[in-house]
């Protein structure tokens, strides 16, 4: 029994109850992992596809006179599951109209076997973001999907939020590759142009693109963008200077896995003589070989007797050769009916 909890040598009812539950749910699952004291337990289960779940049992303060909260990982879908991956209580009766005097580990075991029989289909698993873009400032502003829009209206990015634009511009950056640069919340180009200059700007599409292209953020862009065509060609260049020892290896894998075939096919053929050989000396079959020995010993022995009775054989060889086949006779017989006894 377990120690009391509250300093008493002797736990209250309650207590144990509770003990008495997690005893059934030990009994039901002796690799069931206890993750907290008297209170938080874990079941692995092994769907058919070999990919296992886990059942979280949790034993509240006070289970066992309410039922224990289930809960599955990682998340699925299921009949029996809701949207925060806990077990409904339609998953068994005993969840629906628990009683202290029903059995934890039973009813888990019976939970376990529905989800065994009809598997849980496992969602795939989201990968949380590297960083986040913080909520618009109070002017509410909303980037345009369109790049073009964006470098084509200083006012955009002007009212964007400058820690917002440079999580812009490395949001879902790949840390292998080259970080991209900062976006400027704003263009001191722009400052030093007189209102005919910014007019001519937007209406004079070469005028802007020459502008354009003689941005500092753009020559920086450009500038990354070469360095990663040339980082690009050389992590190609190694990956083909490869490609032969990953040839020989594929080669290498290939010849063992043959050889792991042909050993496989003899370790089932040498377990399949075993299988046939030990089937020779099992209690049916030495009753078999006893019952076919005992009756050859009786036939030797009638006959001896009718030689006698033939005048073929004189007394002394009669009593001799007689008693000794009906001795292994009888011997064989009651080896077989001791078998017979063991056998049922």
Sequence with gaps: MYPGQWGSSQPDETTALKYKQIDSLRQCFPTVKEISRDTL??????????????????????FPRVPPQLQIFPAVQHKFVDQQQNVLPQAHENLQRWS???????????IVQQFVQQPPQILPQNVPPTSTIPPPSSNNFIPSPNPQNNFGSTSGLQNLPPSSVTLVGQQNQPKTHTPLPVIPGS?????????????QLLNDENE???FFENLSAVSTMRKVRDDLRINNEELAKRNLAKEAEIERIKRELSTRHQAVNEKRSSFEQ??????????????????DHLTVAAHEAELESDAIANKFLNGEIDQKTFIRDFMEKRKLYHLRSAKKESLIMLAR
Excluded: C, N, W
């Excluded at 874990?42 to 303060?61: F, H, Y």
């Design 41 to 62: 337990y874990e079941v692995a289960i092994t769907l058919p596809s070999r990919r296992i779940v886990t059942l979280r049992i949790t034993l509240g303060r006070d």
């Design 100 to 110: 202290v005097h029903a059995s934890l580990g039973k009813t888990i075991y019976e």
């Design 187 to 199: 263009f001191p180009e722009l400052d030093s142009k007189s209102p005919p200059e910014l007019a």
């Design 208 to 210: 802007f693109k020459k």
């Design 270 to 287: 040498k377990a399949q003589r075993q299988q046939e050989v030990m089937k020779q000396f099992s209690t049916p079959a030495l009753i």
